[in-house]
């Protein structure tokens, strides 16, 4: 009589139903994570005018930009960041909508301490802005952006902006990454392009 | 090796154990090189929800397994209790110092990010800040003056050529990177600079514009590069000539190179060091929240090893444990898996090896016990069908069993006083007194062996026993006795020896009884004329006298001659009931007033017999009854037959019953010997006649009191023939 084979069966058992309710409730978890970061927060556009040229889609795009006091006063001490237009190409899924990112501009918002200027450094056309308030400086950035945009076959384009928590200083990325007060997005708006 | 081997492989405890041990130590040394820049943000981000969803995963691991052992603790389960408490031992052990160490390192943490700032260092940062702006101030003015001047010079010209060599003039002289007279609207009309410069890049922004439109200078310095900066102002150009709309004009002027890496300096400064006065309490969260994950992780990892090795310990003891459960139920054939080479490996190989010899012994100890009860049972069989009575008394002296011939010997169920005292039953059985006596008296005295007779009242009279006992060879005080009926035996030679002597008696008397007859008769012929009246009388009646005792003597012989001839039977189908009837007609009237009754089973089968033999034994019978009557004014006869069928046989039973006084009480023993008989008359051998005959086909006869009065003789014959 060998004693092995029933308690092997047994703990096999065992074992596959503590991987199968670890991946359950992992995967229950991510999916809840997901589902709350759906709404746009602080950072909204407002209109995008998109029109098909020889040159390709030209956009002009109207933004709401707002900055919390977190964010406020992360600048006010010298730190930089980021806000991140995006444009993209929206496609239809099975699963819901994907957007293929096609073009980029970032602006790089920062105080400038000698001077106690903030300045706005627009990374695309290599061009710095100085403002005297932050407010004046998130106006220059929402008040109509024109980007022009080769390659798109769709007849709609997305757009997105949001403060890159990314590109943040290490120090303060951690706190940045899972905090209400840092979360600055649009999320994707699709809007139609007109010929 | 294959895919389903590799798998199998990676899939066992230690190895997954191994791979979460690593990956554990390399997130946490990501997630402490995150706060240096050599890592993206993006890294960083999926490193920390790397490491969160991988404590997650653990601590679900440890909760199911926590869920799992108290679950199998409350079942009492073999091993939870060791597992609980070596988990509980290794807890404790891994939980002392990691909050130890986590303590201390949370309170470093604290004081060394508390170190970096300093109110003096903080002092001297605001200083050189104030001074590097009270400089470029100066700096600024200066330049807002030169360009009042230049205004002043250029207000009344619109000549572009003139305009043109001016601006040269002024940017050389002054050494402007860049000198623009810009319209009211911002428009460039002409311009002048010396280095490799781009007119859009310092082209005025809106700001700069409405403040010239609002008649002030616009100011102020720019970052070029990382170590270059420049100073541009905008200062409006008026006309003094009436409609002429103003214009503006902007000169820029890279800083001196010692002036700006000194600027730059100093905002590097200020800027890290306000950055992290920012960063004071995020960074001290994200470093506490980073020794949390990395300890935690630590910990959850030590608790699932913990578990790992107090089942890999509990395991191999539990399967000991159901394996001595096993052996305790009677399986011996268990054999456990040995584990290891260790000790508990030994231990499980000793049990495999106990438990084999524990098998091999109930083997023989089964075989033995097979032999025995063989060997009981041949001995069980042959006691049974043992013609002697065998019983066994203990050391106590008291009985240990009986065979069954025992019982029906003693005519007692021994079965019934099994472990009851011998010295009991001498009392408890009146009429085997005897018997036991020999026996007690024998065992009590310890006589190895020993022999003896003695006569007991059966309940068909004095039986005749012989009682050997022995005591057994290896239990000295346990005796067996052995014992045999010899009644059956004792009367058939009394019986022999009275066919012997009658045998004698009729050939040594019957032969000269003739001659004396004949010789009477001759002497009563001769003399009978030869003498007178008187002697004639006396001639007569002696020769009478000696006819007749010859003749009685003759009949005497001629019974002894019955009873010693051998019977031939001679066996045919018999009716018993006309037999009876034909006696009871034969017998009718013999006996006045004697009322004869007949009580026949009509259902009675014919059974193989001797039908002259069988008249015999009943007319013997009828007339025995009859005489027994004779001097009784009442008389009744009855024969009854009837069928018996028992285990032991088919039978018929007849019986024949008389009013008459009864069997004398010392006659009741000899009823049936010759010459017994209570009667004057008759030659004393009819009842021994009938029971030879019914013994010689094959039936019994015996005597028993009637109630109220007389005597009830009662023949017992087989249907079938032996």
């Given at each position: 009589m060998r004693l092995t084979s029933e308690n092997n069966i047994s703990l096999k058992k065992k074992s596959f139903a503590k991987i199968s309710l670890t991946i359950l409730f992992v995967i229950s978890l991510a999916f809840s994570i997901t589902c709350s970061a759906k709404n746009p927060t602080r950072f909204s556009v407002i209109n995008v005018t998109a029109s098909a040229s020889d040159k390709g889609i030209q956009t002009l795009s109207r933004f709401q930009l707002s900055l919390s006091t977190r964010a406020y006063d992360a600048i006010d001490h010298g730190v930089p960041v980021d806000i991140v237009l995006s444009y993209a190409e929206p496609k239809k899924r099975f699963w819901g909508t994907s957007y293929k990112t096609i073009d980029k501009k970032t602006f790089r918002l920062s105080r400038h301490v000698l001077s106690d200027n903030y300045q706005l450094h627009d990374s695309t056309a290599f061009q710095t802005h100085q403002f005297i308030t932050i407010d004046e400086a998130l106006k220059h950035i929402s008040i109509f952006q024109i980007k022009n945009l080769d390659n798109i076959s769709s007849t709609e384009i997305a757009v997105r902006v949001h403060l890159d928590t990314f590109n943040l200083p290490p120090q303060i990325r951690a706190s940045a990454f899972f905090s209400g007060s840092w979360r600055h997005d649009s999320l994707w708006t699709v809007w139609n392009i007109s010929s | 090796m294959t895919v389903a081997h590799l798998l199998k492989a990676v899939s066992r405890p230690l190895v997954l154990l191994g791979i979460a041990t690593l990956l554990v130590i390399f997130l946490s040394y990501q997630i402490a090189n995150s706060?240096?820049?050599?890592?993206s943000g993006q890294e960083h981000y999926w490193i920390i929800v790397a490491t969160v969803v991988g404590i997650i995963i653990l601590l679900l691991l440890v909760v199911i397994n926590f869920a799992v052992l108290f679950r199998q603790y409350r079942r009492g389960e073999i091993g939870s209790k060791l597992s609980l408490r070596l988990i509980s031992v290794f807890l404790l052990l891994n939980l002392l110092p990691l909050f130890m160490v986590y303590f201390f390192a949370v309170q470093f943490l604290n004081k060394g990010i508390d170190s970096w700032f300093d109110v003096r260092v903080e002092q001297a940062i605001d200083d050189a800040v104030l001074l590097g702006e009270t400089s470029l101030e100066a700096i600024k003015q200066d330049m807002i003056k030169e360009m009042s001047q230049h205004t002043d010079s250029i207000s009344n010209v619109f000549s572009s050529a003139e305009l043109a060599r001016r601006l040269n003039e002024i940017a050389e002289k002054f050494d402007y990177s860049e000198i623009t007279l810009l319209s009211n609207n911002g428009q460039i009309l002409i311009s002048s600079f010396?280095?490799?410069?781009s007119l859009l890049k310092n082209a005025p922004n809106f700001v700069a514009l409405a403040q010239i439109r609002n008649g002030n200078t616009f100011a102020e310095i720019e970052s070029v590069s990382e170590f270059s900066q420049q100073l541009k102002v905008i200062t409006p150009v008026f006309s003094s000539n009436i409609g002429i709309p103003p214009r503006a004009l902007q000169a820029v002027k890279p800083l001196p190179l010692r002036y700006a890496k000194l600027a730059q300096t100093v905002e590097s400064a200020k800027k890290q060091y306000t950055q992290m006065q920012f960063a004071r309490e995020p960074l001290r969260l994200s470093l506490i929240l980073t020794l949390t994950l990395i300890s935690l992780a630590s910990l959850l990892l030590s608790n699932l090893a913990s578990f790992y090795i107090s089942r890999r310990i509990a395991k191999p003891l539990s399967v000991l444990a159901s394996g001595t459960k096993e052996v305790a139920a009677g399986n011996l054939d268990t054999q456990l898996p040995v584990p290891s080479n260790d000790e508990i490996g030994i231990l499980v190989s000793s049990f495999n090896d106990m438990t084999q010899q524990l098998s091999h012994a109930r083997q023989l100890a089964h075989q033995s016990q097979s032999e025995t009860e063989a060997q009981r049972e041949y001995l069980e069989t042959v006691l049974a069908n043992l013609s002697s009575g065998v019983i066994s008394i203990n050391e106590e002296l008291r009985l240990e069993s009986c065979n069954p011939r025992a019982s029906k010997i003693l005519n007692i169920d021994l079965n019934n006083d099994i472990d009851s005292e011998i010295a009991d039953l001498r009392y408890k059985y009146e009429n085997l007194t005897p018997f036991f006596e020999a026996i007690y008296h024998a065992a009590s005295k310890s006589m190895p062996n020993w022999q003896d007779e003695r006569t007991v009242m059966g309940n068909k009279g004095k039986q005749f026993l012989i009682i050997q006992g022995t005591q057994l060879p290896h239990q000295q005080k346990s005796t067996v006795v052995v014992f045999d009926d010899v009644t059956n035996l004792i009367q058939a030679q009394k019986e022999a020896a009275w066919g012997e002597v009658a045998r004698r008696l009729a050939h040594e008397i019957k032969n000269p009884l003739t001659p004396i007859q004949l010789s009477a008769e001759r002497i009563k012929t001769k003399f009978f004329n030869q003498v007178d009246e008187k002697d004639q009388a006396i001639l007569e009646k002696t020769t009478r006298t000696i006819v007749q005792q010859v003749e009685a003597l003759k009949n005497m012989v001629s019974a002894f001659s019955d009873y010693a001839q051998a019977i031939n039977v001679e066996q045919k189908p018999v009716n018993i009931n006309l037999l009876l009837e034909d006696i009871a007609e034969l017998h009718h009237?013999?006996?006045?007033?004697c009322q004869m009754t007949l009580d026949l089973d009509k259902k009675l089968p014919e059974i193989q017999s001797d039908a002259d033999a069988l008249r015999q034994v009943f007319n013997n019978l009828v007339l025995n009854a009859m005489q027994s009557m004779e001097d009784q004014k009442h008389s009744a006869l009855t024969i009854i037959s009837e069928r018996h069928q028992e285990p032991s046989g088919d039978f018929i039973t007849i019986k024949i019953i008389d009013l008459g006084p009864g069997i004398k009480p010392e006659l009741?023993?000899?009823?049936?010997?010759?010459?017994?008989?209570?009667?004057?008359?008759?030659?004393?051998?009819g009842l021994a006649i009938v029971k030879r005959i019914t013994e010689n086909l094959g039936g019994i006869v015996w005597a028993e009191e009637n109630s109220p009065n007389g005597t009830q003789f009662i023949v017992r014959l087989p249907v079938e023939a032996s």
């Open positions: - | 706060f240096q820049s050599n890592i010396n280095t490799d410069n009237g013999t006996l006045n007033n009741r023993e000899t009823l049936f010997d010759p010459y017994v008989s209570s009667k004057k008359k008759g030659s004393g051998l």
